[in-house]
């Protein structure tokens, strides 16, 4: 499945370039691999395990969602700047 990388306000130059990059795959795998190994995390404890930047992470966790790979776990726990974010699980 592919998910827009560009939006409907950016330039045409962006669009194309985004129509050639997805990125998300090799994402998705790492989070996956995050999730396996170390069981539900938030979004920056994710980031930190697979050395991805913590809005790289967000962006695929709601395509994860649509994909039927995670879910919320509906707690919350502590993000980086201590505030308090979603907990992710595998489904």
Sequence with gaps: ???KLARKTDPETSKKAAEKVDFSIGHHDQILAV???SGPQGKDGIADRCK???N???RRLHEMVKLGLIRATGKKVKS???RE???WELV
Excluded: G, H, W, Y
């Design 80 to 82: 980086k700047s201590n």
């Design 35 to 37: 999730l396996i190994l």
């Design 85 to 87: 974010e979603r907990e």
């Design 1 to 3: 499945m592919f998910f």
């Design 56 to 58: 790289q992470v967000a």
């Design 52 to 54: 991805l930047d913590p």
